[in-house]
């Protein structure tokens, strides 16, 4: 494409080279291949499943570990999602023709609406905005005017706030919640190293003053509650990760004669997570929180896959320490082999044919990048990407977490694969993202560029194409040593739809 002196000024406030754009042009152009499968992850293949017993080991490696005054741990919380999705069937019923709630959805929102953590910040939005309680309002047939005043700027505004601000729970005592709060609670009880926490947000930018006004003034008293003293900190999806917008023919749109960018997805946070000096990171969505007494059982299993990703750390630092030495037999070189392939679950066919040298920098290779170990949950139709062994680009072998956009459903075999697989991802992951000599990985290198996806949008009326950048618990760890460990359902529990709250795990 032809760029003009304004589009070339813009490009270099947002950081992205020309280069980049024609990638991302070509990529519209070409649209991204399907990815190989060799087997859907299972317990037969690929997927570690606890006893009693290793859940006590694990737990007690994750505390040593932890209470390590040398090593640095985080919490890393996506919370830039909007709350608009939350509210759907809302707002459709706020357009609606009726004015009685008539859905099952509808229905079961207002007969349950005096059990949301929200039910006492809503009926003082409509007594100082109507004049009347919410009660009062439903008693009239006014439901409308009730949503109304929990979703738009009159009232609560929770249809223009971002997920993690809105309350969720509400305890016995009366306090309510917000799953920020659930976040701090819940890093003080794994997440800490010693006496300190450290929480990572990435907000959007218009968002960011009421997520530091809400934790500054509660953070006081989580430290004092908790015993732990927070440091939080924040950022937002970088510029420079905004992909340009095409129409159907592919070409560059413009808004007011300037190019058309739309952000990344949150494939694009794998650079906020690449700018964080820490050796270990958990990364957890913002919605997927519940109160206290549901906590116990997220914090151990929280526990066994930390526990698990520092014990195959500490195996493979050893094993990198010894390649380097040049002092190991081949009886050694055939045992890193075997923790290659049977404890990272990460094969090569072809290695039967490599000399010894090069197996030794084939397995220098695999083990020298950064890893994560993955929560994964018994398939119960929730959604949620799907674990796979599947090729890369080298040809071996791996464990992957993919969406269903990435395979190829037109094939018989593969469909079947993904539809008889027995688990899916919850975004419950730990990662080391320090090597061996304790550098820092240079994240953005262990990308798999080939793994985004292209999406129809519209946007004042015009149709267009977005590209999603590869996400980040997908193509952007696609290149990590990765391992998949069974965690309960009960450690589940996001909030898609306002109506999730309502379950007796958010209650």
Known sequence: MTLTPADRELLARKGISEARINEQLHDFATGFPYLRLSAAASVEHGILVSTDAELKMYAATWDTYRNDGQKKIIKFVPASGAASRMFKQLYEFAEATYEIPVT??????????????????????????????????????????????????????????????????????????????????????????????????????????????????????????????????????KPSTDTIAVGSDNEPLRENGELLFRPG?????????????????????????VPDRYKPVTTRYKQLIAGVLVGLQQQAFAYLRMLDSGQYTQAQVLEVLQFLQKRLFCKNPEVKHLEDSELVLYLKRKLNRPIRVCGMVRNVGEPGGGPFLAYNSDGT???????????????????????????????????????????????????????????????????????????????????????????????????????????????
């Open 104 to 237: 099952e959805f509808e229905k079961t929102f207002f007969d349950h609406l005096t059990e949301f953590a929200f039910y006492d910040a809503l009926d003082a939005a409509c007594l100082r905005t109507t004049g009347r309680s919410v009660a009062a309002l439903c008693e009239a047939g006014a439901y409308k005017t009730v949503v109304r005043c929990l979703l738009e700027p009159h009232g609560l505004n929770y249809g223009n706030l971002p997920k993690g601000l809105l309350l969720f729970h509400k305890y016995t005592d009366g306090t309510v919640r917000t799953p920020v709060e659930e976040h701090l609670v819940e890093a003080a009880a794994y997440a800490a190293g010693r006496t300190e926490a450290d929480i990572h947000f990435t907000v959007s930018p218009e968002h960011r003053p009421l997520f530091e006004q809400l934790i500054g003034e509660k953070i006081a008293h989580y430290n004092k509650v908790c015993r732990v003293n927070y440091a939080v900190s924040y950022s937002e999806q």
């Open 265 to 289: 997805g949150h494939g694009a946070l794998i650079e906020n997570l690449n700018d964080l000096d820490a050796d270990i990171v958990f990364i957890k969505n913002i919605d997927n929180v």
């Open 397 to 507: 072998i791996s464990l992957q977490i993919l969406e269903s956009s990435q395979i190829d459903m037109t094939d018989a075999d593969k469909r079947r694969m993904f539809e008889q697989g027995t688990y899916f991802n919850p975004v419950d992951l730990v990662c080391g993202i320090r090597n061996y000599q304790g550098e820092k990985f240079d994240l953005t290198r262990y990308v798999d560029k080939t793994t985004g996806f292209i999406s129809r949008k519209s946007k004042n009326g015009v149709e267009l194409k977005a590209l999603e950048l590869p996400g980040l618990w997908n193509g952007a760890m696609s290149d990590w040593n990765t391992v998949f460990v069974e965690v309960p359902l009960e450690t589940f529990n996001p909030v898609k739809t306002v109506n999730d709250l309502l379950r007796k795990e958010h209650q």
